[in-house]
């Protein structure tokens, strides 16, 4: 990985400095321990064979198989034979940015924003390429793959449209009673106004007046496009915010579930043990990069 901008700190992975976007192949002989990142990751196993271990449990897997992870999600590969896995990764400020029209888009929407937390899956979502579509995604990957020395201010289009084909590629395989229709234009805006303000004490009556419907019918709107009621999904948001600071500062505990809007420590654990099935203690601990760093004091 010397020619990757890909680094590893500890049990954390992370990009160096400005780069966006990134894909290339690892053969994992036996195991690849257990770690997590701090980007969003498509791993796409083109040879072999192994288990697949993240807090959505284990799972064989394959040629074909992708599994899905949004920054923060812990995993490993055990049980490997000469398993090869073709990665992609792409920072979750691109998302936020030039891919945040995907929301809207019911197949990306369900691919990276709300189907990774339906159905219990704990920030993971595992689909499968058959042979045409395995083939052409490895395609858009190699061409990815051939930019990584670009400037991404130089072919920043290039980069992100290919990038855009294999998030394309791969949505394009969930199973379609998985999905819902067009997303509903209040589920859209509920979900950026509990980002934009994560710490504030948000009450599912205080949302539904903001955007002028009846409580319940929120919730219907909101559990058809997501899977979740409302309040779930800003639990799931607060807890990958935290997550990341837990894992990029030394911030107190309490001060980290504060900022994410649960100033009640004891609330915070219970939320995030939920979610990622470590205390929030024991996952700084294992994965803060600067923990593992030598100037990290």
Same mark, same amino acid.
């Given at each position: 990985?010397?020619?990757?901008?890909?680094?590893?700190?500890?049990?954390?992975?992370?990009?160096?400095?400005?780069?966006?976007?990134?894909?290339?192949?690892?053969?994992?002989?036996?195991?690849?321990?257990?770690?997590?990142?701090?980007?969003?990751?498509?791993?796409?196993?083109?040879?072999?064979?192994?288990?697949?271990?993240?807090?959505?449990?284990?799972?064989?897997?394959?040629?074909?198989?992708?599994?899905?992870?949004?920054?923060?999600?812990?995993?490993?590969?055990?049980?490997?034979?000469?398993?090869?896995?073709?990665?992609?990764?792409?920072?979750?400020?691109?998302?936020?940015?030039?891919?945040?029209?995907?929301?809207?888009?019911?197949?990306?929407?369900?691919?990276?924003?709300?189907?990774?937390?339906?159905?219990?899956?704990?920030?993971?979502?595992?689909?499968?390429?058959?042979?045409?579509?395995?083939?052409?995604?490895?395609?858009?990957?190699?061409?990815?793959?051939?930019?990584?020395?670009?400037?991404?201010?130089?072919?920043?289009?290039?980069?992100?449209?290919?990038?855009?084909?294999?998030?394309?590629?791969?949505?394009?395989?969930?199973?379609?009673?998985?999905?819902?229709?067009?997303?509903?234009?209040?589920?859209?805006?509920?979900?950026?106004?509990?980002?934009?303000?994560?710490?504030?004490?948000?009450?599912?009556?205080?949302?539904?007046?903001?955007?002028?419907?009846?409580?319940? +019918?929120?919730? !219907?709107? #909101? &559990? *058809?496009?997501? %899977?979740?009621?409302?309040?779930? $999904?800003?639990? =799931?948001?607060?807890?990958?915010?935290?997550?990341?600071?837990?894992?990029?500062?030394?911030?107190?505990?309490?001060?980290?579930?504060?900022?994410?809007?649960?100033?009640?420590?004891? +609330?915070?654990? !219970?939320? #995030? &043990? *939920?979610?990622? %099935?470590?205390?929030?203690?024991? $996952?700084?601990? =294992?994965?803060?990069?600067?923990?593992?760093?030598?100037?990290?004091?």
């Amino acid at each position: 990985m010397a020619d990757e901008p890909v680094r590893t700190i500890g049990t954390l992975l992370h990009f160096i400095e400005g780069t966006q976007v990134h894909a290339g192949p690892h053969l994992h002989t036996r195991f690849h321990p257990l770690h997590t990142h701090s980007f969003f990751e498509l791993a796409l196993v083109i040879g072999g064979e192994g288990v697949h271990h993240s807090q959505a449990g284990r799972q064989r897997v394959e040629v074909g198989d992708v599994m899905v992870l949004r920054p923060g999600v812990w995993h490993e590969y055990v049980d490997c034979r000469d398993l090869e896995v073709y990665n992609c990764c792409f920072s979750a400020d691109l998302v936020q940015r030039e891919l945040a029209w995907t929301r809207e888009d019911p197949l990306l929407g369900y691919l990276l924003w709300t189907g990774p937390f339906s159905a219990q899956r704990r920030g993971m979502l595992m689909t499968h390429l058959d042979e045409d579509a395995l083939k052409q995604g490895i395609g858009y990957l190699d061409r990815i793959r051939e930019l990584r020395n670009e400037s991404l201010s130089r072919r920043r289009g290039d980069i992100v449209g290919w990038l855009s084909l294999y998030l394309s590629c791969v949505a394009r395989t969930i199973e379609r009673d998985e999905l819902g229709g067009q997303t509903h234009p209040a589920v859209l805006d509920a979900m950026r106004m509990m980002e934009a303000d994560p710490a504030r004490q948000w009450t599912l009556t205080e949302l539904a007046q903001a955007l002028h419907l009846a409580p319940g +019918y929120l919730v !219907r709107l #909101f &559990k *058809s496009a997501t %899977g979740t009621p409302p309040m779930a $999904y800003l639990s =799931r948001h607060r807890v990958e915010l935290a997550a990341e600071q837990l894992l990029h500062t030394d911030l107190p505990i309490a001060r980290i579930g504060e900022s994410v809007g649960w100033p009640d420590q004891n +609330y915070f654990a !219970r939320r #995030f &043990k *939920s979610h990622f %099935g470590l205390s929030a203690s024991t $996952y700084r601990q =294992r994965f803060n990069q600067r923990k593992h760093s030598p100037s990290g004091r």
